[in-house]
Nanobody
Framework: QVQVVESGGDLVQAGGSLRLSCAAS????????MGWYRQAPGKQRELVAT???????NYADSAKGRFTISRDNAKNTVYLQMNSLKPEDTAVYYC??????????????WGQGTQVTVSS
């Protein structure tokens, strides 16, 4: 009943920038935490950044100082601004949302993933 749709993944040269967007829609009364995760080939999915409904943020050490997570609560949208990209940032990036539906329970929702490729 809740859809999470991502966009913004692309091929970019090392040192470049990219902005990812993720919009949630459906039977939502509130979205709590939102976040970005990534998975490189042969690797486990790892946390990149999270943001609460109030705007408190948390970053992985690899993302700190280069990436910025933000959200627009009115649009149920979360963004990830990625600067100074490195080849090791290459991965499929997934959006996560903890959404409260009309049954007043929180469920975890994931986007389909968007490919980010950074060339050296």
């Amino acid at each position: 009943q809740v859809q999470v749709v991502e966009s913004g993944g692309d091929l970019v040269q090392a040192g470049g920038s990219l902005r990812l967007s993720c919009a949630a829609s459906g039977s939502i009364i509130r979205i709590n935490d939102m976040g970005w995760y990534r998975q490189a080939p042969g690797k486990q999915r790892e946390l990149v950044a999270t943001i609460t409904s109030r705007g408190s943020t948390n970053y992985a050490d690899s993302a700190k100082g280069r990436f910025t997570i933000s959200r627009d609560n009115a649009k149920n949208t979360v963004y990830l601004q990625m600067n100074s990209l490195k080849p090791e940032d290459t991965a499929v990036y997934y959006c996560h949302a903890g959404a409260v539906t009309w049954d007043l329970r929180e469920y975890d929702y994931w986007g389909q993933g968007t490919q980010v490729t950074v060339s050296s």
